[in-house]
């Protein structure tokens, strides 16, 4: 028996191709806001409505509508941006958005506080910096991601190659966005989307790409993980992970995070063919009446693994080879200079929450921009909301570094290991999920969490820390060694057990606690851990190994080779 689709649903089917009503709605100069509707439609142009929720009750009782804005996401592939890019994307902030970019944990950018009027003259800004906010958010595929430094070896380069042709080949194909932000001429004959139709995905789907050893991207928390294989120089093919997903619901058993899992082993040559593959068969498979179940996840355990595997492959016409062996050694970044293999150097700069603003001993706008203005390689944004200088001539190095000192961005060469490893997504005041403060949040905690590390030594420990607005989990905080998910205003879940390398998820140690609870937790949690550890044990090891953590099995990922931990 077929259930009713969503009301989500229904607008999609009417949308003729994401078109909606929104040229009507952005000419309206009766109100700052569109449409309900066309908000939802909104998404796939990559874009979100926001209000600036510090100024919600005195706007209202002023009776004035909310302060609306807009977010603006670019579609970047593995992060990848040219000095001319950056310099057009630095001019966008200042001229339409808030003065500053915001990098992602997907590698792009996001601009916050464009207002309506502004809004297609953004886009159009974005268009002429070669490119594009389309299919950024929305339910289709999004910005594929992939390992952020590729030019290690010929075979990374020809990795990231995989990501940017992936992003291409899966990008929504409908001409409504050129023409409602582009002037475009509405051609005669009806769109066609071959593999999304009318209605697109059940929800939203994101691909990552990893290197081992770096699980920088957090290749278990993807719709579709591919772990490249490289043996002797070459890539051999991609390990096929499916069924990541960090989103939840508090209160609601049936939401949860979970880890990707491994199906088996493709050639590069077959690897738009799966993609497509699982991305079609999530669509006629999804679930289109709830949404809160109409992740890839979901359509996994309702399904069954072997039952969505088998019928992928039927639709294939081949069978996927067994899973090759691999391993991971952590999932953050690497800081400082590192050499590819062509003697070209690239700089891993630490932006805290990924916040690329003027603001405390911080120049990090100015100083980018300054480095755009001279540096003749590429920029790469990370998963982890960092910068990379990359593909510097050696003789540009001294160049480099005096610039990066000048405008503080050699933070990293400071900072301890916790604060290098800490990821927060925006929350508050513009995020309309955010239950709890988490950027803003994130400069009181960090001094506090590492004045306890440091009284027991551990100021040298690398942890991950994730601080997450709400439970629908943009930073990526199921993943998080500690992890702090937003309750309610000042007050937290803490999470605790991941593992450094991305394969293991955490579990809730304490519910909706506040900062004075939330340290007093820990504090003898970092004493335990200075006390007994081993020698290169991680802190959500040891908790584990330890026994500290509450009764059950925390979730790894499954089906992994044997030679993965």
Not at 42 to 62: P, T
Not at 281 to 306: C, F, M, P, V
Request: hydrophobic share 40%; with cysteine; aromatic share 8%.
């Amino acid at each position: 028996m077929s259930h009713p689709v969503s009301e989500f649903e229904r607008i999609k089917a009417a949308s003729n191709y994401l078109r909606g009503s929104l040229l009507e709605g952005l000419a309206d100069p009766v109100t700052g806001a569109i449409s309900d509707d066309d908000n939802k439609l909104l998404k796939f142009h990559g874009s979100y409505q926001q209000d600036d929720r510090d100024l919600r009750e005195e706007r209202r009782q002023q009776k004035l509508e909310p302060a609306y804005a807009f977010m603006l996401r670019a579609r970047l592939p593995g992060g990848v941006v040219t000095p001319a890019q950056w310099l057009a994307f630095d001019r966008i902030a200042r001229d339409y958005a808030n003065g500053t970019l915001r990098i992602t944990t997907r590698q792009t950018f996001q601009w916050h506080g464009v207002i309506k009027r502004e809004l297609k003259a953004t886009v159009a800004a974005i268009h002429h910096a070669l490119a594009t906010t389309i299919g950024a958010c929305g339910d289709v595929v999004r910005t594929v991601v992939s390992t952020a430094n590729p030019i290690e070896s010929a075979a990374h380069a020809i990795t990231y190659g995989w990501a940017a042709r992936l992003s291409e080949q899966l990008a929504p194909r409908t001409r409504a966005y050129h023409e409602i932000w582009l002037d475009g001429e509405r051609l005669v004959g009806e769109d066609e989307e071959p593999l999304y139709g009318r209605s697109y995905l059940p929800r939203k789907f994101k691909i990552g790409l990893a290197i081992p050893p770096l699980n920088d991207v957090d290749v278990f928390a993807q719709d579709l993980g591919l772990i490249a294989i490289i043996e002797h120089g070459e890539l051999r093919g991609f390990n096929v992970a499916i069924g990541g997903g960090m989103g939840a619901t508090h209160g609601d058993p049936s939401t949860y995070p979970r880890l990707g899992s491994v199906i088996g082993f493709v050639e590069p040559e077959r690897l738009i063919a799966v993609a497509e593959g699982v991305v079609g068969l999530q669509r006629d498979w999804g679930n289109r009446s709830e949404r809160k179940h109409a992740r890839l996840k979901y359509t996994l355990d309702h399904r069954g693994l072997d039952v969505f595997t088998a019928e992928l492959e039927r639709r294939l016409g081949f069978a996927l080879a067994p899973a090759r062996d691999y391993r991971f050694e952590h999932n953050g970044d690497r800081y400082g200079w590192i050499e590819g293999h062509d003697g070209r150097w690239h700089l891993t700069l630490q932006i805290e929450s990924g916040r690329v603003a003027d603001q405390g001993g911080q120049r990090a706008l100015e100083g980018l921009r300054a480095l755009a203005e001279t540096h003749r390689g590429d920029f790469r944004l990370t998963c982890n909301q960092n910068v990379i200088v990359a593909n510097v001539e050696a003789a540009q190095r001294t160049h480099i570094d005096a610039l990066v000192r000048e405008h503080g961005l050699d933070g990293y060469k400071r900072g301890s290991a916790l604060r290098r490893h800490a990821v927060a997504c925006v929350a508050l005041p513009t995020c309309g999920l955010a239950m709890a403060e988490s950027e803003r949040y994130l400069p009181d905690l960090l001094p506090r969490l590492e004045a306890l590390l440091a009284r027991h030594g551990l100021s040298d420990a690398p942890i991950l820390l994730r601080l997450s607005g709400c439970p629908n989990g943009c930073s990526r905080p199921y993943l998080g060694e500690i992890a702090l998910v937003g309750r309610g205003p000042g007050r937290y879940d803490l999470r605790l057990g991941a593992d450094f390398r991305g394969q293991r998820l955490n579990r809730i140690y304490r519910e909706n606690i506040d900062q004075a609870a939330i340290l007093a937790a820990l504090d003898p949690l970092f004493e335990r851990y200075a006390a007994a550890r081993a020698p290169d044990e991680r802190f959500g090891d040891f908790l584990l190994r330890a026994g500290l953590l509450e009764a059950g099995t925390a979730a790894t990922a499954t089906s992994l080779p044997s030679s993965s931990p």
